[in-house]
């Protein structure tokens, strides 16, 4: 590893892990403050008038905005390959905020099964070795596999969102959708840090940064209305965290140029390591489903208060972690 090496990824690996914080005490205030409003309906377009001066949720914005700049910076300096999979690590700082904000320990189970997240995506790291360090996107036809597979994916969980009349499916697809509209976000803000380090005025010439406008906001929206449809907070953020790196990696190799271990062992432990991922996401949205029937019959101290139009089906739901 070159000097230059070390010292970008000196700057890359602490910009990603303080993002990842503060991402999860965005996620976890933001969770908290959707639940003191009216419930709406799924892709509801009027939730953020309904937030504006809530003082948690504008804690969660102050804390995405430098969540998002500590992201951008980290980008600047590190590949997708790496910065992304760190973002994980949001997962257990927002399982442990949550906690904190809801005044009771942390479910064991939940809590496992978001370390197993992590745990996944830290072990593809380890096995994919990512390297390269590209900021510049592939032009033409080489963008449309990957393009078209997102979109298809995004209006897959769009459409559980708005027709299926199960909670947790519901939650689930705005899960997905947020997944890969933030990993789609931060794979061209991989590209708008690279224009800004060529010129200030750079990333105004080109059309990266004005689907950057129209999609990080779209997802911030998404997200929103993933906290309200649920109830806890780890199964359905382990969803989103889980998909926007591996989006973001998909990303890196596809448009970017970079590139990972692709020896049959080493696509084995990737493999092993996404696995790991599914196993912890099936892990939280079987406890949280368990703890939503149970919640009746629990302490006041474990459960949060039934709200007007929650739905018992959302396994996959948000706030009220017990994680």
Known sequence: MTAATGVSLFVAVPAAVLGAACMGLASAAQARATKEVETGKPLDLTLFRRLVGRPLWLIGIAATVLGLVLQL????????????????TSLMFAGFLSARLERRRPDRVMSFGGLLCVA????????AR?????????????????????????????????????????????????????????????????????GIDEPFKHWT???????????????????QQGRFLTPA???????????????????MGE???????????????GLVIVIGIAMLSTRASHLSVDQPGESAEHTEAERP?????DGYGLAGSTC
């Open 73 to 88: 910076v980290a980008l600047a300096y590190g590949p997708l390959l790496l910065v992304q999979p760190l973002l994980v």
């Open 209 to 227: 940064l004005y689907i950057v406008c129209v999609v990080g906001p779209l997802g911030f929206l998404l997200s929103q209305n993933t906290f």
């Open 237 to 255: 953020l382990a969803v989103i965290t889980a998909l926007d790196p591996l989006v973001g990696v998909a990303i890196g190799l596809s448009w």
């Open 130 to 198: 990512p390297s390269g360090n590209g900021d510049v996107l592939l032009t033409g036809s080489a963008l449309l596999p990957l393009g078209i597979a997102l979109a298809a994916l995004t209006l897959i969980g769009l459409g559980f969102a708005a027709y299926s009349r199960s909670g947790s499916l519901r939650v689930l697809g705005l899960a997905v959708a947020t997944g890969v509209l933030y990993g789609l976000t931060a794979g061209l803000m991989k590209v708008v840090a690279g224009q800004f380090r060529a």
């Open 120 to 127: 996944g995506l830290a072990a593809f790291l380890v096995v």
């Open 309 to 313: 139009g929650s739905d018992p089906d």
């Open 259 to 273: 590139s990972a271990n692709g020896t049959p062992l080493a696509l084995f432990g990737e493999a092993l390591g």
